[in-house]
């Protein structure tokens, strides 16, 4: 089981930058990810990382955001700059057992409670 903390819920405005936070249990997981949600949407990937630090971006973020973890592999940090209105959405970490990222949220078995990310214009 690997329980996951989200940190750096936040209200900023266009342009501006957030950094969030997931604090992971154990380092006995596979693939990280950052999902985000908007209320009657799908629940869709931000980024994912593997332990060998091989990112993947949603081409809506790329250039803006950074996924990034710590080398003992239980901190995964979420940098986002350039924020724009059409990010404000609900973020969260997730983790899966195997070791493959997956772009699928239905893939991940590990989840954080979310945390709310607000961009204004």
């Known amino acids: 089981q690997v329980q996951l903390v989200e940190s750096g819920r936040g209200s900023v405005q266009s342009g501006g930058s957030l950094r969030l936070s997931c604090a992971a249990s154990t380092d006995q997981r596979g693939c990280m990810g950052w999902f985000r949600q908007v209320p009657g949407t799908e629940r869709e990937m931000v980024a994912n990382?593997?332990?060998?630090?091989?990112?993947r971006y949603a081409d809506s973020v790329k250039g803006r955001f950074t996924i990034s973890q710590d080398n003992a592999k239980t901190m995964v940090y979420l940098q986002m700059n350039s924020l724009k209105p059409e990010d404000t959405a609900m973020y969260y970490c997730?983790?899966?057992?195997?070791?493959?990222?997956?772009?699928?949220?239905?893939?991940?078995?590990?989840w954080g409670q979310g945390t709310q990310v607000t961009v204004s214009s």
């Open positions: 990382i593997d332990k060998i630090d091989r990112a």
């Open positions: 997730a983790a899966r057992r195997y070791s493959a990222c997956s772009q699928s949220w239905a893939n991940f078995d590990y």
